[in-house]
């Protein structure tokens, strides 16, 4: 998919209820989108299938909700105070801002896809026979061209690192990148551009009063470790799980939901002895590409990212990237953390946060292995692989969210076939048994071929039709959204089918 895709899923999320522009009877707001009826129930569901798969089906990992203000010492604490910044550059032609940083990467990614355009002919010219590794390791112009990203890679990294931000210029003036905008070379020097929201708490003015909105969840995780591990009864390892919101002033907040200045995050840190890091870093790598492709998004829409440049806090990290419409991106980060967060809370608040290890009689600060993800872009992987128009068997098109079953904003739609006969009565006695399971719909206007295609294009798996014969057998025929195949099912057996079709046990037990 293509950018374009991204333009049809964003009118789509709009037309059906799943993703609003915040306040646009106003013109809406830069970055910021509301979700809507349906959208609310899909990001629900996103986030039960997470919480169920981290907190309840992990004996030791458990779950809290903590303040989204915090001591603003935390951040000062975290390195977010000094440390959490961008660097910011503009052309002074289009009086655009940039993201020195992205617009390197994206000059790397035009790289990339020539070595990936190499690829593609040759596998055309050599057929079945073609070995793409051994291509990629010899062909000297891919050999070239990935030597100038190894170049490029290094070059930003020591940049970064020695805080030389005169030398990240230097290396955008060198690529000869161009302002999309103006096309022009004309660009201000790089600084730097701290990321995080200022507000005042309550009547205290000046710098006393100073309170930031979090950046990250993480951290309200991180001051609770002791209180969790305490009141829980908590032995190494184990993991505190969080859902909530971050905000983040971003300096180009763009691509829809994908990087918004108020997102939610689900985090979950998992704090382990010191030296196991490895051995964790692994595990969660696996665990989490595994509760990924669980869902059918497409195993080929996955792929891991090494970081190049690691974090303030990082020994190691990675992101999981999915295949947006816009290319491979990050959707989720696993990053081991080391002590660093508690060390350094404990440096700033006084107050010892170490582990009495009573297996070694030894007390020390746990080493955290952290995996966060995006709520929001699992919410865009979602409706964009699952959002295609089809062309059917007799030549007519259907639009359809093929979004995993158990995902679904409305997992199912009673339909009498029309509106008399007793037949809308007979409807909500079914749709009275299947609320108390699902979110379940019931529709009884316009011809039914019509509430199939609705149904179809807001993602519904199950069309439930109730018709004269059901008043005779007790039976409803099911049609499958994906199959399009119909089902004659008796009512005192329908709560279980759903069930079968549309729980998260399958997802869970993948
Ligand atoms: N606690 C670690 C942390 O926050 P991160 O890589 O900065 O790490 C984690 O963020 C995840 O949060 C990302 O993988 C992404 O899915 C999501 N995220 C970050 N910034 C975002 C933004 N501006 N809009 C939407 N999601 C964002």
Redesign the pocket.
């Known amino acids: 998919m293509s950018e374009d895709g991204l333009k049809k899923i964003i009118s789509h999320a709009k037309e059906y209820g799943f993703v609003f522009p915040s306040s646009e009877i106003y013109d809406g707001l830069s970055a910021a989108y509301d979700y809507g009826q349906l959208g609310s129930e899909l990001k629900n569901n996103i986030k039960q299938y997470w919480w169920t798969a981290m907190v309840r089906m992990n004996e030791n990992i458990v779950g809290i909700d903590a303040a989204i203000f915090m001591h603003p010492t935390t951040w000062k604490a975290s390195g977010h105070v000094d440390a959490f910044n961008d660097p910011l550059i503009d052309n002074k032609d289009s009086k655009k801002r940039y993201r020195a940083d992205v617009l390197i990467e994206e000059h790397i990614a035009k790289i990339e896809a020539k070595i990936n355009k190499d690829v593609t002919k040759a596998k055309k010219r050599f057929g079945d026979d073609f070995d793409e590794a051994q291509f990629r390791s010899t062909n000297p112009q891919v050999l070239r061209r990935q030597g100038d990203i190894d170049g490029i890679n290094a070059r930003f990294k020591a940049a970064m690192d020695a805080e030389d931000l005169a030398a990240v210029k230097t290396l955008i003036e060198d690529l000869g990148i161009t302002c999309p905008v103006s096309g022009s070379k004309n660009w201000t020097d790089v600084r730097q551009f701290n990321l995080m929201f200022k507000t005042e708490l309550g009547a205290v003015s000046g710098d006393s009063g100073v309170v930031y909105l979090r950046p990250?969840?993480?951290q309200g995780i991180f001051v609770n470790y002791l209180n969790v591990q305490k009141s829980g009864r908590m032995k190494l390892p184990f993991g505190i799980a969080q859902i909530g919101k971050?905000f983040?002033n971003?300096i180009i907040?763009r691509q829809f939901?994908?990087?918004?200045?108020e997102?939610e995050?689900m985090?979950m840190q998992f704090f382990i002895k010191p030296g196991t890091q490895e051995e964790w870093y692994n595990h969660w790598k696996e665990a989490r590409i595994k509760w990924h492709k669980a869902l059918g998004l497409g195993e080929e829409n996955y792929r891991f990212h090494d970081h190049v440049k690691l974090a303030h806090y990082a020994d190691a990290a990675c992101?999981i990237e999915f295949n947006f419409p816009m290319g491979f991106k990050?959707?989720?980060?696993i990053?081991s953390r080391t002590d660093f967060d508690l060390k350094q809370h404990e440096e700033f608040s006084n107050k010892k946060l170490r582990y009495f290890d009573p297996e070694t009689q030894e007390s020390y600060v746990p080493y955290v292995l952290?995996t966060?993800?995006?709520l929001?872009?699992m919410f865009l992987a979602v409706l964009s692989s699952a959002l295609r128009e089809e062309t059917l068997e007799d030549g007519s098109t259907r639009t359809v969210m093929s979004i995993p079953f158990a995902l679904a904003p409305v997992k199912a739609a009673v339909l009498p076939l029309i509106k008399k006969d007793g037949l809308p009565e007979k409807a909500r006695e079914i749709l009275a048994q299947l609320q108390l399971h699902h979110n379940v719909q019931y529709d009884e206007k316009d011809a039914i071929g019509r509430r199939y295609r609705r149904q179809d294009a807001i993602g519904t798996p199950l069309c439930i039709t109730v018709d004269h014969d059901t008043l005779e057998d007790h039976a409803v025929t099911v049609r499958n959204r994906d199959t399009m195949k119909q089902e004659r099912i008796a009512i005192a057996d329908l709560t279980a089918y759903v069930d079968g079709l549309v729980s998260m046990a399958s997802l869970l037990q993948a």
């Open positions: 990250e969840t993480a971050a983040r971003e907040a939901i994908f990087r918004m200045r997102f995050q985090e992101d990050e959707l989720e980060g990053h952290e966060s993800i995006g929001d872009r």
